[in-house]
């Protein structure tokens, strides 16, 4: 049986499309973040609202120890900071770092915290050390255990808990005070 040029274009088409489709079927699905890339932005141009604002530096990604979920999401958080994002005036990082390594959370502007950590027995909150702590949990907000909660879908939509973020020793420029919901 004899095919033609265009067959057997067809062929090879259907080929290709049948293994990328075969392939894709074994891969497992990527880990989504708890926060997305619009986030992440959001939180870096969030921190060049304090004062004073930080000039770069690197954020804590925190994580539940011993929880690979937690894990994988600090790991996502971390990803979508990329090589850096600017914000007040310098660059921020990202690092993700075990809820029970933190310390007093010396050496770093803010700490987001990643999913799985509102059930650790560990301190979300290092009061008093001016250190920004930013969740997607609006529950560790209104409990005081965070300062502020971001979310961007379906609408940009920041919460900052002001006895928190007074107990942590944090301010914001008044401006900022425009564009967030206060509880």
């Known amino acids: 049986m004899r095919h033609t040029a265009r067959t057997r274009l067809r062929i090879r088409r259907l080929c290709l499309t049948v293994g990328i489709a075969g392939w894709l079927a074994v891969i497992p699905p990527l880990r989504a973040a708890s926060m997305t890339a ?7 141009k969030a921190l060049g609202f304090l004062e004073p604002p930080p000039h ?4 804590a990604v925190l994580y539940a120890a011993g929880d690979a979920a937690s894990r994988e999401d600090a790991a996502a958080i ?29 050496g770093f502007v803010a700490i987001i915290v990643a999913a799985g950590v509102e059930d650790a027995s560990g301190v979300v909150s290092p009061g008093g050390h001016k250190i920004l702590t930013i969740t997607a949990v609006d ?3 209104r409990s005081g ?5 971001v979310h961007s879908q ?4 920041i919460t900052v808990n002001r006895a928190a973020a007074q107990a942590a ?5 008044a401006a900022f005070g425009m564009l967030v919901h206060e509880i």
């Open 145 to 149: 255990r965070c300062v502020m909660a």
């Open 139 to 141: 529950s560790l907000v």
């Open 154 to 157: 379906p609408r940009v939509d």
């Open 78 to 106: 971390v990803a979508l900071f990329g090589d850096g994002i600017a914000s007040g005036g310098g660059m921020v990082t990202a690092r993700a770092v075990a809820v029970d390594a933190l310390g007093a959370g010396v």
């Open 169 to 173: 020793g944090i301010g914001f420029i």
């Open 38 to 44: 619009r986030d992440v932005t959001i939180i870096a």
């Open 56 to 59: 770069g530096g690197i954020v």
